[in-house]
Antibody
């Protein structure tokens, strides 16, 4: 059974970098699947952030592209998200998820709450 | 706001049929497939419908999706109490170059 598990700091100070990791079990991250991050905040609903394919192909939400980096670690079978220069508007529940080339997200992690606060 | 427009809420009694609309444009629903996600309270979203009308394994056939032009719909027939959740439509938008979600529709079972 494939499972995704997010991990991260919980609280990040304004202007700092938010770093999250998604551990994948039961599915090699080098498969033909795509891996992505989505966040959910009360004010903006669900927002896709970024996705990556193991052949080094990345996709970014244009509204966040300047601050975001997504990467893969095939040795650890996990992928990561870095969001720089965070502000209070980046406070959200962050989900990692798997999707196909056809852009439907068929497997989600439980989510991890990140609060931006000093 | 979102480029995909959904009603904020809908309701029905057990056994009824409820329909949720999702209105978009030629750059999203009009040119790409629509997916629907169900989010039960306190849980992560779950894929409910993909490719406009396909159900993943394990999703009851009470849930059905359709698409016409720049709009899509999700229908829940034989509404059950466990269907109380938020439902989101989503699609890729070619103009914005982004995967977009609607703001969600909260289904209440009366």
């Amino acid at each position: 059974q494939v499972q995704l598990q997010e991990s991260g700091p919980g609280v990040v100070k304004p202007s700092e970098t938010l770093s999250l990791t998604c551990g994948v079990s039961g599915d090699p991250i080098s498969s033909d699947d795509y891996w992505g991050w989505i966040r959910q905040s009360p004010g903006k609903g669900l927002e896709w952030i970024a996705s990556i394919f193991h052949r080094g192909i990345t996709y970014y939400n244009p509204s966040l592209k300047n601050r975001v980096t997504i990467s893969l670690d095939t040795a650890k079978n996990q992928f990561s998200l870095k969001l720089r220069s965070v502000t209070a508007t980046d406070t959200a529940l962050y989900y990692c998820a798997r999707h196909s080339v056809y852009w439907f997200f068929d497997l989600w992690g439980h989510g991890t709450l990140v609060t931006v606060s000093s | 706001q979102s480029v995909l427009t959904q009603p904020p809420s809908a309701s029905g009694t057990p056994g009824q049929r409820v329909t949720i609309s999702c209105s978009g444009s030629s750059s999203n629903i009009g040119s790409n497939t629509v997916n629907w996600y169900q989010q039960l309270p306190g849980t992560a979203p779950k894929l409910l419908i993909f490719f406009n009308n396909q159900r993943p394994s394990g999703i009851p056939d009470r849930f059905s999706g359709s698409k016409s032009g720049t709009s899509a719909s999700l229908a829940i027939s034989g509404l059950q109490s466990e269907d109380e959740a938020d439902y989101y439509c989503a699609a890729w938008d070619d103009s914005l170059d982004v995967y977009v979600f609607g703001l969600g529709t909260k289904i209440t079972v009366l």
